[in-house]
């Protein structure tokens, strides 16, 4: 068999870099069930004129058909429409908010409103890869969803859950993050009170700024908007306002005056604004930022809007984004409103491993080997090894009764502490006492597996700082 090109976009790590991802996973899931969030997941298709509901992702969607289907001329019919067997047409999903959504409306009646869930799962979405950006990868969500209503309190504590599960990640090494905020009142608000119509679009062309510079937007607001140059020249300025102080809120206040802007909508946003930023400096300082050019350009935003960065590592983009949606939820007779944010878990590690910022102690979950005598007495070998793993010890027995230096250097290359030694039947009759060897330091004790204990930070593998 030739050996096999790689697929770009589709990230498998090594063995050491899967304790890392693993040890980001479970110290999110812990995060996320200390604050009460409950566990959930959902299938990995979902019909395909429900995720095309984002008409800016159809591009993106991996469409599911069977392979017989083909090969008997049965093609998929119209774009959102069924396959010609009659099945509805399926994709793979791109993000986990369009299913949550659909899961919410299916099982509303067994759900304790306001529900809080969190969901770790693969998506996959069909862009051009590049550096943190791939066609499949994990994500992990936290939503809070009410029936008919839910409270603002939401928008200001899911942004702080996520800064405490990122923060709880700073001992391996991971860099701090800043959670960005905006409100979608704000900016509708502003913009409407400037006599803008568009409101979509503008928001759409602003959450290009980091990637394309002011003047470019500039000239798209004129041209894609309809904005005059004066109004787009004001939605500028909104966007160029930041601070982690409730500061921020006065000078948008300042900015709407100049431009003689009145919006009830605009002071309502604001509240909520400084009500966020006033509560993360008691509960994060220095964490939460408000930046008024954080547009999230899909239109189911109605609230506050969330992105986070690694702090240098800005050019990688957000890590984590989210915001508040009303009606994303909806059977037409009961709406179901929620706050959400999602962690591309894929596009952290990958900076973490491509950086250098992180390392697992040992890419094996195993602290020791256990030596083999010979084939004959191996069974001495694999008693020793049930002891050790009945206290939860991982161990592994050694592949081949080799001489033991080279079962010492096969337990070296795999980044292994400890080698066992089972005693030996004597002359006598009597067994000398078995001896494990910590082959970092050379020494070498008498042990008994009943109650022998590798030191703590022995017992599984462990994420440190690269430099640890």
């Not at 008997?72 to 791109?94: C, M, P, R, Y």
């Not at 009142?185 to 759409?204: N, P, Q, S, T, W």
């Not at 000239?219 to 004001?234: D, I, K, N």
Request: with cysteine.
């Amino acid at each position: 068999m030739a050996r096999p090109t790689p697929l770009s976009g589709f990230p498998e790590w090594l063995p050491d870099g899967r304790i890392v991802e693993q040890h980001v996973l479970d110290t999110l899931r812990r995060v996320f069930e200390l604050h009460g969030f409950g566990g959930i997941e959902t299938r990995a298709v979902e019909p395909l004129d429900q995720l095309l509901r984002k008409g800016e992702t159809s591009k993106e969607v991996y469409v599911l058909r069977r392979l017989q289907e083909e090969q008997q001329g049965d093609v998929v019919a119209g774009s959102a429409g069924k396959a010609a067997g009659g099945d509805k047409q399926l994709g793979l999903h791109f993000d986990l908010t369009v299913p949550f959504a659909r899961y919410v409306l299916e099982n509303a009646g067994h759900l304790a409103f306001p529900f809080k869930r969190y969901q770790i799962q693969k998506v996959w979405r069909g862009e051009r890869p590049q550096d943190g950006r791939f066609r499949e990868f994990t994500q992990a969500d936290i939503d809070v969803v009410g029936a008919g209503e839910l409270p603002y309190h939401y928008e200001v504590e899911l942004p702080l859950v996520m800064a405490e599960a990122l923060g709880a990640l700073r001992d391996i090494g991971v860099p701090e993050v800043r959670v960005l905020v905006n409100n979608r009142r704000v900016a509708e608000g502003f913009y409407r009170g400037l006599g803008i119509d568009a409101v979509d679009e503008v928001l759409r062309q602003i959450d290009k700024l980091d990637k394309i510079g002011t003047e470019k937007v500039a000239a798209l607001l004129v041209s894609e908007a309809g904005t005059t140059t004066e109004q787009a020249a004001a939605c500028l300025a909104l966007a160029a306002i930041s601070g982690s102080d409730t500061g921020v809120v006065d000078r948008v206040r300042a900015l709407a005056a100049q431009h003689g802007v009145e919006s009830d909508l605009l002071e309502t946003g604001l509240g909520e604004l400084g009500a966020l930023i006033e509560a993360a400096s008691v509960r994060a300082p220095g964490v939460v930022v408000a930046d008024l050019k954080i547009a999230r350009g899909l239109d189911y935003y109605t609230g506050s809007v969330y992105e986070t960065v690694l702090v240098g590592h800005e050019q990688l983009g957000s890590i984590c984004s989210g915001g508040r949606y009303d009606t994303l939820a909806s059977d037409g007779a009961n709406t179901y409103p929620g706050v959400g944010l999602s962690i591309g878990v894929s596009r952290l590690v990958s900076r973490l491993l491509s950086a250098g910022l992180v390392r697992a102690t040992r890419s094996v979950p195993s602290a020791v080997v256990v030596a083999v005598t010979s084939e004959e007495t191996r069974g001495a070998s694999d008693a020793v090894a049930s002891a050790l793993r009945s206290r939860g010890v991982p161990v592994e027995v050694a592949p081949a009764a080799a001489k033991f230096g080279k079962q010492i250097r096969y337990a070296d290359r795999r980044g292994i502490p400890f080698v066992w030694f089972p005693g030996r039947l004597e002359e006598d009759g009597t067994r000398s006492p078995d001896q494990v060897k910590d082959i970092r330091s050379g020494e070498q004790v008498d042990a008994d597996p009943a109650t022998w204990e590798p030191p703590a930070e022995d017992r599984l593998p462990r994420v440190v700082p690269a430099a640890g």
